[in-house]
């Protein structure tokens, strides 16, 4: 009894629908919007539309209404901002300047990105999960219509041309909306709203495969074993959509060759990588490139002085696709053991302490293992959406934790008082 009148009075104050709206928006756009700034550059190119979009995301997220700096920083945020300080302090005394200031917006972002989140006591009260779903969904129905026309690039990106649309930026979108449409229909009693869940998933599981990228392809995998793992009432759906797979991989041809495809793929990536000493460059292969700039990578190294293994070479000296190792090799043992905590470590470490009640913690938890996928297989330590969920996380896992304790405290005073009028 103590206990559910200490949750009415926590309860009370509620965000203004424009607030659950605009905070939902903001942390759609920081999940997944680099998606649409990409369209977004397809279709209106020659406007920085990635920066806008990052600092769209900021003022979405600003808390106009609920201005505050009381309180402690989170011990994630912390450690986000730690690396991002480091990487800024080796930026400033870098010297290749092609990559120096197109990164610059990235840590600027997240800088301006954990300040707004420090100061907004009300953001972990926004209901996004709805919001991030059309939003990812509008996306996906575009991306998976871009793929059937072949309107995009497959392997190689071509950074210096404006108007690109890339598979990997395509896929954040498609991954954004398979995670909150199986989060979503589980709660759903409507079986037409769960008829349209599951073709959206099948379209966002088409974007995926047709892309050809491996990484996502596990973190598919990997994400649906999670929200099995915590919540038990989605294992049954989990499992239909695993055998309606199973089903098509036998009696559809054209799954049939595309998942070998994938296969393949993925195994031969990983032999390229990881298990050859020697590799053929491949400009159609991007895990023969990887492996490659990889190889080269590792001569350089043993060139380096005692100075340079324990510093680093500096901000952006070596583009391997492997942050791990890159972060090392740029910043040295301090960097490594900073990016390793952050992008490996501290989700780990929280695999069991986010609440699965809590849909919205769930679903940013799953970026954050996919994080952990693309680190180990592709991407740099540079990229801002390497943090953005981590950060998003520390807001929820921080406001739970003080309404834990908050509730603990009111239902104590409740009962002191009964004590006191027996």
Known sequence: MAESISRKLLNRQQLSHWESFRYGLGISISLCGISLAMLLNYIFPGVPWT????????LCLFPYEHFSLKGKMDHILKMVLCIQVLMLIYWIFSENFDQKFNYLSFHLYILA????????????KANFLGILFIFSASLSIIFAIIHFSGLYVVHIMEFRHERILEVFTMNRAAFANLIAGTILIGGSKKTWFKILLTVLIAID???????????YFVNIFVVMFYIA???????????????????ALFFISEVQNTFSMLMNRTI???????GSQRVMYDE????SIRAFALQA????????NSFEQIFGKGYYSYYIDNPILEAYLDMGIVGFCLFFYVAIVMPLRLFWKVPYKNKEAILVYCFALMTIVISLTNNNPYQY???TPLCILATYLYADKKRESRIISIKDAIIRMRKLHA
Do not use: E
């Not at 793992?229 to 309606?244: E, G, H």
């Open 297 to 304: 990578a590792i001569r350089d190294f043993q060139d380096f």
């Open 113 to 124: 990105f954990i300040f707004v989140l420090r100061t907004n006591p009300n953001l972990h």
């Open 51 to 58: 920066p806008a979009i990052m600092f769209l995301s900021v």
């Open 205 to 215: 599981i088409y974007v995926v495969v047709k892309s050809g990228k491996r990484s």
């Open 268 to 274: 031969s990536g990983f032999m390229d990588v990881y």
């Open 284 to 287: 159609n292969s991007s895990s």
């Open 229 to 247: 793992l915590r919540n038990r009432k989605r294992i049954d759906y989990i499992v239909a959509i695993s055998i309606t797979l199973i089903i």
């Open 385 to 387: 959406i390497n943090y």
